[in-house]
């Protein structure tokens, strides 16, 4: 029971750190909510514009294609007006789709003018934005224009034929799913917007993909469709049974709901490789003292830059930079890594002095962390040698500041005139250790011949898949398919 509770406390930190931005948002909707007055546009109890809203808002931030997307190994076209552009034209297509779902339930002249100028908006945004994720692979030539149109004229059709729906059903079931279709019919729009048509047209043209007849993608776009359709459905139905109808006061459910579906439907790629950097430093406790003439007793415990406080460190310009690969989770019974659902180049190897690093997955979870950088040892059968030329003794320590809450309570000194310290912020390497764990900030000590170097380890962000090195993978047919 206590391991089941540690890994819900892990998983639930986790999921909330990786979707912090969604967090912030959801908080900030709850912050605006009861500052606005009724009457207002956003203020409406069926929630179509507040959940409108929240998703275009969440649609900057997050949003992402559900198709396949560009050539995986040829460099796509990045600028920052380009991606600025299309995160703006498929926000803005959330709020025309609320424009058209309003024109179906109040056919007013004014909302048909808004839904035009809205749409003219999210063309020009897209237009300006035509050339963003672009690549050199062009199978087929042609202008994708007659199928932008087709796919605004129909999503804005559907979404006024689920709005006249709920306004001749006001309640009941055929209300709430009207109104789950509609925010299915959102993240459907949104996900083709960002995949951009081409890539679809080009894949279909080339015919073939890694070998074998080239399928579009169905189960993405699908579960965008009717996931976040079916579960506002069902949300809207146990809440009218069990404490009435969701009204506008009941709005920051409505947005954490989008904002669930938001990060399901786009998650946050884990990392394939972390960069790290070994500082140089070297003590600066400010306890320096010059040395005395006479000698000192054993007994009398060192001072100055003997004693190493991890918290009262310098660094020098020395850096070491150190490329540290991510690795999922495996299954221990054959040691066979867990296929991911979809392809990812290998990461690099890391090889250090002491060992192969890497990011293995949290012990507890089986799920991909950057927190914990693991060092497995390579083999050795002593930390001494002895040659002709005399006897050498290496020492490696690690000393970190700040070690679990669940380990302070033991302490241990490293000498008798030591403070007592943490057991977890310290470890000693010899030989019977086969493996380190280092986190942010801690301090690796290497001694050998007298002479000890200390290097302090800073863990970077995650660079995810399209930032790191791909690998060449073998010529496929497709890649040289002429434009015809």
């Known amino acids: 029971m206590r391991s089941l509770f540690a890994a819900l406390v892990r998983t639930i930190r986790r999921v909330t750190w990786h979707n912090r931005d969604l967090a912030a948002l959801w908080v900030a909707l709850a912050v605006v909510q009861p500052l606005l007055a009724p009457g207002q546009i956003l203020v409406r109890d069926d929630l179509m514009p507040w959940v409108a ?77 035509r050339d963003e994720g672009r690549t050199s692979w062009n199978p087929r030539r042609g202008t994708d224009l007659p199928v932008w149109i087709a796919m605004a004229v129909a999503s804005i059709l559907v979404s006024i034929l689920l709005g006249n729906l709920d306004h001749r059903y006001p309640e009941g079931s055929t209300s709430w799913a009207a109104r789950g279709l509609q925010l299915g019919l959102n993240f459907l729009v949104v996900g083709i917007i960002y995949g951009a048509p081409r890539n679809q047209h080009q894949r279909a043209s080339a015919g073939r993909t890694d070998g074998g007849p080239y399928r579009p993608e169905v189960f993405r776009p699908l579960l965008a469709l009717l996931g976040p359709g079916a579960g506002l459905w069902m949300l809207l139905a146990l809440a009218d049974a069990q404490i009435g109808p969701i009204g506008f006061t009941q709005g920051f459910v409505g947005s954490l709901f989008v904002l669930a579906w938001v990060g399901v439907i786009w998650p946050t790629d884990p990392p394939v490789t972390v960069p790290c950097m070994l500082h140089e430093v070297v003590p600066d406790g400010g306890r320096d003292r010059p040395g005395d003439a006479a000698a ?51 990461p690099p190897v890391a090889a250090h002095i002491l060992g192969e690093a890497a990011f293995e997955p949290d012990p507890v979870t089986g799920a991909v962390q950057t927190d914990v950088l693991t060092l497995r040892i390579a083999r050795r059968t002593d930390m001494s040698s002895l040659t002709l030329g005399g006897a050498q003794y290496r020492r490696v320590v690690v000393i970190t500041p700040f070690p679990d809450v669940g380990e302070e309570a033991e302490e241990t000194p490293t000498y008798l005139w030591d403070d007592k310290l943490p057991r977890g912020s310290l470890q000693v390497l010899d030989a019977a250790t086969d493996e380190l764990r280092l986190t942010d900030g801690c301090i690796l000590v290497l001694s050998a011949e007298g002479v000890a170097r200390a290097y302090e380890l800073e863990i970077g962000k995650g660079l995810p898949q399209e930032r790191t090195v791909k690998r060449t993978r073998p010529p496929q047919l497709e890649d040289y398919t002429e434009a015809g």
Do not use: K
Not at 98 to 110: E, I, M, T
Not at 313 to 329: D, G, I, M, N
């Open 296 to 346: 000192r007793g054993f007994e009398r415990p060192p001072e100055g830059a003997l004693r190493l406080n991890p918290l009262e460190v310098r660094r020098t310009r020395s850096v070491h930079p150190w490329l540290v690969p991510v690795r999922a989770s495996r299954i221990q019974e054959l040691d066979d890594p867990v296929r991911p659902l979809w392809l990812r180049t290998a």
């Open 53 to 129: 809203v929240t998703l275009a808002a969440a649609v900057f931030i997050r949003g992402g294609r559900l198709g396949p997307g560009p050539h995986p190994m040829l460099v796509p076209r990045r600028t920052w007006s380009g991606r600025i552009m299309r995160a703006l034209g498929a926000s803005g297509a959330t709020m025309t789709l609320a424009f058209a779902y309003d024109l179906g339930l109040n056919p007013d002249p004014d909302l048909g003018g808004q839904v035009v100028v809205s749409a003219l908006a999210v063309a020009a945004a897209l237009w300006l934005s």
